[in-house]
């Protein structure tokens, strides 16, 4: 199973950008769904996570309050909106299903804890 990442691209300071996730061959609806990124040298790092249902959201420090993260069960798609990006947004942008269904806890930001990678969406934010 692998999930489809897309609508990375180049934008200046400053601006947005909303990246997709989506499977074609399962449904992602009673999965959470989160959003990691790797800048090239660093390890892959947390940014966001929303629950099966949509209810609970979680953010990295470092995004919080410019990322939101939703999704639309009808569609299999789990949406990340980025906005105020700065030059230290540059990443390739993955998504992941977690492991298990129906399950959202407090260590939802943990990598470890997700199965199913898509093949990331490149990022790149210029000054």
């Known amino acids: 199973v692998q999930l489809q990442a897309s609508g990375g691209g180049l934008v200046q300071l400053g601006g947005s950008l909303r990246v997709s996730c989506t499977a074609s061959?399962?449904?992602?609806?009673?999965?959470?769904v989160g959003w990691f990124r790797q800048a090239p040298g660093k390890e892959r790092e947390f940014v966001a996570v929303i629950s099966w249902d949509g209810v609970q959201t979680k953010y990295g420090d470092s995004v919080q309050g410019r990322f939101i993260i939703s999704r639309d069960n009808a569609k299999n798609t789990v949406y990340l909106q980025m906005n105020s990006l700065k030059p230290e947004d540059t990443a390739v942008y993955y998504c992941?299903?977690?492991?298990?269904?129906?399950?959202?806890?407090?260590?939802?930001?943990?990598?470890?804890?997700?199965?199913?990678w898509g093949q990331g969406t490149q990022v790149t934010v210029s000054s």
């Open positions: 061959e399962w449904t992602l609806n009673t999965y959470a």
């Open positions: 992941a299903s977690h492991r298990d269904p129906y399950y959202y806890g407090s260590q939802s930001d943990s990598k470890a804890l997700y199965s199913s």
